[in-house]
């Protein structure tokens, strides 16, 4: 029989690859592992009736809340669209707060780290989530430690991981921390997937927060500084391309973005980067210049303090090839 059991919290709503991703990985890695560390992955949710995926796919849970009152190993919440916005029901949030009790490692995907929240089981916590959604979980749950680049984060018994897909590499993860990298690399083979992947790959972005209005300073500012993006932006220069003075600007980019003009120009510098590096084989030193890092040096230091990985590591895990 199985001995590490996984729940995968389901709900109306849920994002399918958020529990398909997980689910495969789980069942892949049995087929490297002997009989009693195999794991057995059960769906459950509020009850057993059909819902839907975000994406209208059909959903049966195995087991309904009350019917899942022993411990499991792992206990994993699904995201789904419209949990950043609605609070979830009083009886999920109470079976996730009891499960998490009992379980050995308890965590979620995606956007399922607002059920942890209104759970309150972020307070004081290193999380992390979707990009998009990142700063809305900071400020939703503030004494959360939410950190937007990261593709998964483990703190303790709490696991949480970015968008959509990067619950495989949270499950990936999982798996090598219990059996060993030869297994995790076995399994992402197989799915053919990256097994480790580095840094914030799909979790990057300077557009945090798109403005409504096209013709805002915000939006001005940003069109600005992609169409230049090797040149050198600085406050001054940024209120003078909008007409409006460097304090007010300040204020008022930060208002309306939740960042400051300063990390937007970081982070697009980064996203071209990326987006170079991904495409080919440009050499590090043009790649540092064309997008205004200066010097290979300077982009190797922003890469790894930001993502965590350096230029020619984020090239190797991610340069699209051709067939």
Same mark, same amino acid.
């Given at each position: 029989?199985?001995?590490?059991?996984?729940?995968?919290?389901?709900?109306?709503?849920?994002?399918?690859?958020?529990?398909?991703? +997980?689910?495969?990985?789980?069942?892949?890695?049995?087929?490297?592992?002997?009989?009693?560390?195999?794991?057995?992955?059960?769906?459950?949710?509020?009850?057993?009736?059909?819902?839907?995926?975000?994406?209208?796919?059909?959903?049966?849970?195995?087991?309904?809340?009350?019917?899942? /009152?022993?411990?499991?190993?792992?206990?994993?919440?699904?995201?789904?669209?419209?949990? +950043?916005?609605?609070?979830?029901?009083?009886?999920?949030?109470?079976?996730?707060?009891?499960?998490?009790?009992?379980?050995?490692?308890?965590?979620?995907?995606?956007?399922?780290?607002?059920?942890?929240?209104?759970?309150?089981?972020?307070?004081?916590?290193?999380?992390?989530?979707?990009?998009?959604?990142?700063?809305?979980?900071?400020?939703?749950?503030?004494?959360?430690?939410?950190? +937007?680049?990261?593709?998964?984060?483990?703190?303790?018994?709490?696991?949480?991981?970015?968008?959509?897909?990067?619950?495989?590499?949270?499950?990936?993860?999982?798996?090598?921390?219990?059996?060993?990298?030869?297994?995790?690399?076995?399994?992402? %083979? /197989?799915?053919?997937?990256?097994?480790?992947?580095?840094?914030?790959? !799909?979790?990057?972005?300077?557009?945090?927060?798109?403005?409504?209005?096209?013709?805002?300073?915000?939006?001005?500012?940003?069109?600005?500084?992609?169409?230049?993006?090797?040149?050198?932006?600085?406050?001054? !220069?940024?209120?003078?391309?909008?007409?409006?003075?460097?304090?007010?600007?300040?204020?008022?980019?930060?208002?309306?973005?939740?960042?400051?003009?300063?990390?937007?120009?970081?982070?697009?510098?980064?996203?071209?980067?990326?987006?170079?590096?991904?495409?080919?084989?440009?050499?590090? %030193?043009?790649?540092?210049?064309?997008?205004?890092?200066?010097?290979?040096?300077?982009?190797?230091?922003?890469?790894?303090?930001?993502?965590?990985?350096?230029?020619?590591?984020?090239?190797?895990?991610?340069?699209?090839?051709?067939?």
């Amino acid at each position: 029989m199985p001995t590490r059991t996984v729940a995968i919290v389901v709900h109306d709503g849920v994002q399918a690859l958020d529990v398909a991703g +997980p689910v495969d990985v789980f069942h892949e890695a049995n087929g490297y592992l002997p009989a009693q560390d195999r794991y057995q992955t059960v769906l459950v949710a509020a009850d057993r009736h059909p819902l839907r995926a975000s994406n209208r796919m059909q959903m049966l849970a195995d087991l309904a809340f009350e019917e899942a /009152r022993a411990g499991f190993d792992i206990v994993l919440v699904a995201g789904g669209p419209g949990l +950043p916005d609605a609070p979830p029901a009083t009886r999920f949030v109470e079976w996730i707060r009891a499960a998490s009790q009992r379980a050995g490692i308890y965590g979620s995907i995606c956007t399922g780290a607002f059920a942890l929240g209104h759970a309150g089981l972020l307070d004081q916590r290193r999380v992390t989530t979707h990009w998009q959604n990142a700063s809305r979980l900071a400020a939703r749950f503030p004494r959360a430690r939410v950190e +937007p680049d990261a593709i998964y984060v483990c703190d303790d018994r709490l696991v949480t991981s970015a968008g959509v897909t990067a619950g495989i590499d949270l499950a990936l993860a999982l798996v090598g921390q219990c059996h060993g990298p030869e297994t995790s690399v076995a399994v992402a %083979k /197989r799915l053919v997937v990256v097994a480790q992947r580095q840094g914030g790959q !799909s979790q990057f972005s300077p557009y945090l927060t798109a403005p409504a209005d096209p013709a805002s300073p915000v939006a001005r500012i940003q069109a600005h500084v992609m169409a230049h993006i090797g040149g050198r932006h600085t406050l001054q !220069s940024l209120a003078t391309e909008v007409g409006m003075s460097p304090r007010s600007l300040a204020r008022y980019f930060v208002q309306e973005t939740g960042i400051t003009p300063h990390e937007f120009v970081q982070r697009a510098r980064i996203d071209a980067a990326r987006m170079t590096l991904e495409a080919g084989e440009r050499p590090l %030193k043009t790649i540092a210049y064309d997008c205004g890092f200066g010097t290979v040096d300077r982009m190797r230091i922003v890469f790894g303090a930001r993502l965590g990985v350096t230029p020619a590591q984020y090239r190797a895990s991610f340069r699209r090839r051709g067939p």
